[in-house]
């Protein structure tokens, strides 16, 4: 009987001793890609601390932007491992917070959730990235400005219009700061231009746009409630330049 | 009768909670507790559908889950191809044109970042968030 | 019998009443000091308290706290700021509020640190947008120098309560 008793309680202490346990060494970690790259990839680093394997149930990204993989799906007690994710850095700026949700069998931590902290340096800022004419409008220049990051020195800025119909006048207004003038030839009917703007030193290229807008619609008499609004007008497709850009440095 | 310093620090801080709450009363219209988009920048979708035909529909989600299938109309603009994408969506705009967009659920926050660089880079007005993102727009129109 | 004079003599009262006048600019310094304490916070707070929508997303960029904190918190703080320094004006609950806009203030600066150290480019949102452009060693400054003046108010208080 006693031996019994014994052998019961000796049974439930291995259960609790031989616990499963996933330790990650850090559970939020920031990157700094550079101004070119377009990935920027976390490792996050665990050990299997306790005396059982772990299993991965799942490994899930915040957003379609991000990529996050096990390098196995089952961990032994005592192994290391990592998980690595991928932050497609595409044309966001500033910084980006993506999170990668871990499901594990391990009853003491079954979700984790990694944090990527991205910090996408900003070669240029180019504000705003968008001028317009109304139809009929008088066609005065319109002015861009392009911020230096602060961490970067850039002398010379290159513009190239990719319209003919639109002229640029680029000058240095000092402390890292530029100033696009931006004019179109004339406003009488729509059309557009898109601005490409580079740095002397850095392939990256940024992008601004000129357009001389439609007239605005007619104001429409608002869809009857529980019929669905009439559809907006079908995808238009950024006028396309036929003759070579010009192009302007400065 | 003198009041110990931690009993001065929580009555202050006691004292300190109703015009808090009174303010937060006189904003509610203008703050959400829910989410850091003002209440006049969400729009839900029978609000949208009664902005009428001026309205241009923007899908801030990755180009695979708009393929699939999206609002009848709407524009693609996602940040993964944000300045392929721009000047497309730039051509449909004109003065006087909403701007509503969406992202595939409430919980998402690709449309409020894709509005917020709509608002301040390329500063176009009239910029929404659609409340529940795609999600209420099928509940609403399948 | 013993008599004792009641006229004082007058070295003792010549130095008493050096005494009384020095402790009485030590005293106006010191109510002078509370003033601009209490007028830095009680500025601040009503800057705050005009526009708590800007304050939630200054909290907001600092990525330390969820957004329903954030707000609840652009919607006391500013209060708790305005309470404090009318309290060191008018001497009511004096000790507690040194103790809350010290512990605001270390508060404040450990969040500007991290920041910085994160590298985030952000408003402090201490005074408002009053403050969006100052620098990060003017926001550190600024906040050393108020918390040094809150604890040589504290240590000033701690001595009159031993004399009183």
Known sequence: MKTQILAFILSIAVCFGARAELKFDKTEIELHPKPDDKQAVGHFTYQNTGKTPVKFKSVKASCGCTAAQTQ????????KGEVTATFNIGDRTGTQVKTVTVETDD??????????????????????????WKQG???????ITVKVGKEFTVKHIKVTSSAPDYQTKVEETGKGEFKIDVQPKDTNTANGTTLTIQSEDSPKVFYATARVTGAPPAPMVPAPAGQPAPVPPADQKAPVAKTAPTGQTH | MKLSLTRQALVLAALSLFPAMGEAIYFRGKISWRSPIPPSEMVSVDQARALGGN????????????????????????EDRWNELLPQFLAAWSPGKKVVVYCSAESCDLAREAAERLRKEAQVPDVFVLEGGWEAWLKKNR | MRETSNIESPVNAASLGVRRSAFGVW?????????????IFVYAGALKVLDPVQFAHDIKNFQILPWPISVALAFYQPWLEIFCGV????????RGALCILSALIVVFTLAIIAAKVRGLDITCGCFGHASQHWSFPAHLATNVAILALLALL???GEQRRRTD
């Open chain 3, 154 to 156: 504290f240590k000033a």
């Open chain 2, 55 to 78: 309205v241009i529909w923007v899908d801030a989600r990755p180009d695979e889950e708009f393929a699939r299938d999206h609002v009848p109309g709407a524009l693609s603009l996602n």
């Open chain 3, 87 to 94: 309290g060191l004006v008018f001497r009511f609950f004096y």
């Open chain 3, 27 to 39: 005293r106006f310094l010191w109510r002078t000091l509370d003033f601009i304490v209490a007028g």
């Open chain 1, 137 to 143: 409008e008088k066609a005065d220049p319109k002015a």
């Open chain 1, 72 to 79: 196995k799906d089952e961990v032994p007690a005592g192994e």
């Open chain 1, 107 to 132: 009853p003491a931590n079954p979700h984790t959730v990694l944090t990527l902290r991205t910090i996408i340096p900003q070669l240029l800022e180019v504000s705003p990235t968008f001028v317009f």
